[in-house]
């Protein structure tokens, strides 16, 4: 039992080790878009703790932000559901992809998908899990060390926001350049190009149409119908590995 | 504080029950030994490369094409990152000069 015990921690000890280089850019950017909710909620009148303690239960970017408005009297419960599930709507999509993943990942599979925020659900794609770690503990890794960016940020925030020894406008820009970087990997791969074009195409048409406000709902929509419509088109293109054993067949 | 400390733990866990429902949904449909339906595993192999084309739209829905600067910073940090990856493929390096060269754009240059 006990060395069933250290083995298990010496993976954990590995899963982070491998976890952490992968987490760089969501430190940067977690640090210092969770600054700006603790300065925030900071000047709502609500100090350190509060903001971590936020940061800890809540753990979401634009809901958090969101949320800042919603400490005022007579608000509604009903406003708020309908608020922060329309600002969050988009999650939605991400567990369809991670059924299969997360079934192995016993009693962590509630924190994991409490945790799903977007750049989270982007490292579990752009990501491999290394030899030698287990998915699951490779994924919770993951999960706890972006978490931990997060609250750290808005703690820092709400304590020392005013103080920024340098002007960090503009460093949220990491969160952007993470996505591209995956779209450009996925591109790179000649893996699923059809379907990142639809994303793309998909939620820039929504985008003009409906606002910046609105557009994600119909973007969802939009995306489900062409991929279910397209299936045959979607599917005759290949994922990324299956290239990659044909490739080398060929060269065999 | 604006409300008192009871209302204000309120607020937080209905913003935090809202938002956990809307990581959950999928799994409560699909629970762990149920078998997947087809479309909805087709689904889950194809939408990834969508959502993520979705989420780059996302970051760039509150940039004004229409007036200065034109969203050049963020065009042009944009791609830098994607030409610098297609590149290098590295993507600590990608993403730290993209940034770097944003953040000079919007303090320094428009």
Redesign the interface.
């Known amino acids: 039992m006990q060395s069933v015990l250290n083995s298990e921690r010496g993976t954990y000890k590995k899963a982070f080790a491998a976890a952490f280089p992968h987490t760089l850019p969501v430190l940067a950017g977690y640090l210092f878009i969770g600054m700006a909710f603790g300065v925030m909620i900071q000047e709502k009148g609500y100090h350190v703790l509060w903001a971590m303690f936020m940061s800890l239960v809540i753990y979401a970017g634009s809901g958090q932000y969101l949320a800042v408005n919603f400490f005022v009297p007579g608000i509604s419960f009903l406003q708020i559901i309908f608020m922060e599930f329309m600002v969050n709507i988009r999650h939605i999509f991400y567990g369809l992809s991670l059924i299969g993943r997360f079934e192995k990942t016993g009693k962590k599979k509630a924190y994991l998908i409490f945790s799903l925020t977007d750049e989270t659900y982007s490292l579990y794609f752009l990501t491999k899990t290394p030899p030698g770690v287990p998915e699951d503990q490779f994924l919770f890794a993951i999960a706890v060390l972006d978490h931990s960016y997060w609250i750290l940020g808005s703690g820092l925030g709400a304590l020392l926001g005013h103080l920024i020894p340098f002007d960090a406008t503009g460093i949220d820009f990491a969160m952007t350049a993470l996505f591209l970087v995956i779209l450009t990997e996925q591109w790179m791969d000649g893996a699923n190009r059809r379907s990142a074009t639809a994303g793309l195409i998909c939620a820039l048409v929504c985008r003009i149409l409906f606002g910046e406000e609105q557009f994600i709902l119909p973007a969802m929509v939009c995306i489900m119908a062409i991929l279910v419509a397209g299936r045959r088109m979607f599917e005759s293109e290949k994922s990324g590995e299956k290239k990659e054993r044909e490739v080398e067949e060929h060269a065999g | 504080?604006?409300?008192s400390v009871g209302k204000?733990l309120?607020?937080?866990?209905?913003?935090?029950a809202?938002?956990?429902?809307?990581?959950?949904?999928?799994?409560l449909f699909?629970p762990?030994?149920k078998e997947?339906p087809p479309?909805?595993r087709?689904?889950?192999?194809?939408?990834?490369?969508?959502?993520?084309?979705?989420?780059?739209?996302?970051?760039?829905?509150?940039v004004e094409f229409t007036h200065a600067p034109f969203g050049l910073?963020?065009l042009i940090?944009?791609a830098v990152?994607?030409l610098l990856?297609?590149w290098k493929?590295n993507?600590?390096l990608?993403?730290g000069v993209?940034?770097v060269l944003?953040?000079v754009?919007?303090?320094a240059v428009f």
């Open positions: 504080m604006p409300v204000t309120a607020i937080i866990f209905v913003v935090s809202t938002i956990f429902f809307t990581r959950l949904i999928p799994f699909f762990n030994g997947l479309v909805i087709y689904l889950g192999r194809v939408l990834p490369p969508a959502v993520i084309g979705m989420l780059v739209i996302y970051c760039f829905k509150s910073p963020e940090a944009g990152v994607v990856h297609a493929r993507n600590m990608s993403i993209g940034t944003y953040m754009l919007v303090q």
